[in-house]
């Protein structure tokens, strides 16, 4: 059994007001950013991650440290952010009035449209698919040494544990496609159907099925850790 514990970088300095940064703008997290990653890792404090996976940008590596604890951190180039070509770094407004038009027409169908000289969200989907992939057959391999062990030791089957946790840190578009993929839903409208707040919590499993889009949603975009007392846990 699989757990992709998932999430989106903290908040930068500019995060606010609310623009696109892919993959050229490559900043740190703000104070409030690092305090926001400090308490996930708080909530998951108990919980025992084999591998630790985040994309190679600053802004997601330093989050996936502050919640590592000091342990090691992949980097994978899959789980960069989309590349938002000549909209990177503008607010949704700067880019209505520039451009107005072109994006009208991408939010009807930002799977098959690209960015102007970045990527659409099919473009998302290969790279986000083929790192399910590869995390899925690491899972096997990982699980057959596993089963092995258990079987040599004991002289029988069984042993162990049955899950194995993974965290990803990447960013809101490619966390939305993944989450399309992983769940078999209509790439089209990933912005639509899901959101991914900075340093929230969602968790995708795979039990049954081992395909990237076998997955089941256990939690998504939950933000419990960072409301107060008698705020509800979503954004």
Not at 102 to 117: F, N, T, Y
Not at 198 to 208: C, F, G, I, P, S
């Amino acid at each position: 059994m699989l757990t992709l514990v998932l999430t989106r970088h903290g908040l930068t300095d500019r995060s606010e007001p609310e623009q696109h940064l892919g993959q050229h703008i490559d900043i740190s997290l703000s104070d409030a950013g690092r305090r926001q990653a400090e308490a996930l890792a708080r909530r998951l404090a108990g919980v025992r991650f084999d591998r630790r996976i985040s994309s190679p940008l600053f802004r997601a590596q330093e989050t996936a440290e502050i919640l590592a604890r000091g342990v090691g951190v992949e980097t994978d180039p899959r789980l960069k952010e989309m590349d938002y070509g000549a909209w990177e770094g503008l607010t949704y407004e700067h880019i209505e009035e520039r451009d107005g038009a072109a994006r009208r027409e991408w939010e009807l169908a930002p799977d098959r449209l690209a960015c102007p000289g970045g990527e659409s969200g099919n473009d998302v989907a290969l790279r986000v698919r083929s790192f399910l992939e590869d995390l899925i057959a690491d899972h096997k391999a990982w699980h057959a040494r596993a089963s092995f062990r258990a079987a040599t030791a004991t002289g029988g089957p069984g042993g162990g544990r049955a899950e194995r946790a993974v965290l990803a840190v990447a960013h809101s578009s490619t966390n939305r496609v993944l989450m399309c993929v992983a769940l078999g839903t209509d790439l089209r409208d990933y912005r639509k159907r899901f959101v991914q707040a900075q340093a929230n919590l969602t968790v995708l499993r795979w039990e049954a099925g081992d395909g990237p889009e076998d997955a089941k949603l256990l939690v998504a975009n939950d933000l419990g850790h960072l409301r107060g007392a008698g705020e509800p846990p979503w954004g």
